[in-house]
């Protein structure tokens, strides 16, 4: 039996369960910095692009 076959998936898995715990802290202290920063707008799309930049890396992993 190749074990290999198996842990592939289950790594990828663990990878994604990551990337997503990362986007969630990522998120949680961009709000938190925005709350303290709320007059910089712009910054606000540019992050909207990178979390969407990153869901997009996590799907592909």
Do not use: A, V, W
């Not at 715990?21 to 910095?33: G, Q, V």
């Amino acid at each position: 039996m190749n074990l290999s076959i198996i842990k592939k998936p289950f790594r990828k898995g663990i990878l994604r369960i990551e990337c997503f715990l990362i986007l969630l802290t990522e998120n949680y202290t961009f709000m938190e910095n925005n709350i303290r920063h709320f007059l910089y707008q712009d910054s606000h799309i540019h992050h909207e692009f990178y979390i969407i930049g990153k869901l997009i890396y996590c799907y592909f992993l």
